[in-house]
């Protein structure tokens, strides 16, 4: 085969392969990225539910203050009953009284103290356990609303940019071509957002609490 012959033949072989990256291109997936933390914290709704735990948070630490201060009265007492022993003047039948009675209520101060200690961890954990399952069913509706987008555009993957592994570093550091919709989804999620100063009948209500115990 001559070389003018080869000429054409070798021209539709350089086409094709200039011509295959470009087409393969074209069927890459179409990628987006958001920032989750982001979204969770500007959420209206998190601003709402942010106020209910400070109302719950405060229920408690305001118990806690009572029963602080019931300790201390209790502490108190007993000080103020070994103080009358110590004149000289009193009965050795009497001063065993008073530190009966004195040792008595610090045995009682102690134990309101542990049972005091027992009912903030209880509380503690009750606490963290209920912001978790609120904050995710939050972090929930906005994935929802995340897919909504993404089937809207036609986005094939949205990646978190967000995301941290165990060790706390950025799952998603660096993706080519991938189009930020975190201010697009902010505009979303708070779209249905009450308007300024309207409030809801029962925002701001703390939490219930039970018993106390």
């Known amino acids: ?35 989750m933390q982001k979204l969770l914290a ?15 948070e405060k229920g408690i630490l305001t118990k806690n203050e009572a029963r602080v201060e019931s300790i201390k ?28 009675k004195a040792g008595a209520l610090n045995q009682e101060a102690q134990a309101v103290q542990n049972e005091r200690v027992a009912w903030m961890n209880r509380k503690k954990a009750a606490f963290n356990e209920k912001q978790a399952v609120e904050l995710g069913a939050l972090r929930n509706e906005i994935i929802v609303m995340v897919q909504e987008i993404g089937d809207a555009q036609g986005y094939d993957l949205i990646l978190d940019r967000s995301g941290a592994s165990g060790a706390n570093v950025p799952i998603l550091s660096y993706a080519k071509d991938a189009t930020d919709l ?3 989804l902010l505009e979303r999620i708070n779209r249905d957002a009450p308007a300024e100063g309207e409030k809801k009948s029962d925002e701001g209500t703390p939490a219930t609490e039970g018993s106390g115990e």
């Open 182 to 184: 975190t201010a697009l």
């Open 42 to 56: 500007e959420y209206h709704k998190t601003a709402a539910m942010r106020e209910t735990f400070m109302g719950y």
């Open 1 to 35: 085969m001559t070389m003018k012959r080869l000429k054409p033949i070798l021209a539709l072989l350089f086409g094709v392969l200039i011509a295959a990256p470009l087409s393969g291109q074209e069927k890459d997936d179409k990628i987006g990225t958001v920032n």
């Open 73 to 100: 009265a209790l502490v108190k007492e007993s000080q103020d009953i070994a103080k009358e022993a110590e004149p000289s003047s009193i009965t050795r039948e009497k001063k065993e009284e008073l530190f009966r």
